[in-house]
């Protein structure tokens, strides 16, 4: 089954990436977006939704906790998410080690 990777702000205020099932109205596999302030600018970081109880990236949300959907995903975002949630790497390029709870300057992107 195909999914489309999409960015979502839950009515609880936490930003999601997951793949969005609009079949079963849910979103699989979500993954909490998180800025961090820095030296450097703003950094980002994406942890399992479930984080730190769950170390890997899965599960489900029920749509109807969704509260507003981005019209656009940045690609390097849902590329790293990808590889954050299934573990291979899809390119060598973007945005650095962002992905599994690691940090990466992402302010340039936040300024487009």
């Known amino acids: 089954m195909a999914y489309d990777v ?10 999601v990436i997951g793949k969005w099932d609009a079949e079963s109205n849910q979103i ?11 030296q450097q600018g703003v950094q980002m970081m ?10 890997e990236i ?24 990808l590889e ?7 390119s060598s390029g973007g945005l650095g080690g962002m992905g599994g709870g690691n940090i990466s300057d992402i302010s340039e992107l936040l300024k487009k």
Do not use: W
């Open 84 to 90: 954050a949630s299934s573990n291979l790497t899809l």
């Open 58 to 81: 899965e599960g489900e949300i029920d749509g109807r906790h969704v509260i507003y959907e981005y019209k656009n995903c940045p690609e390097d975002v849902s590329t790293k998410y």
């Open 6 to 15: 999409k960015l979502f702000k839950l009515i609880n205020g936490d930003m």
């Open 46 to 55: 994406i942890l399992p939704y479930g984080y730190p109880f769950d170390n």
């Open 28 to 38: 699989k596999d979500p993954a909490v977006l998180q800025t961090v302030p820095s």
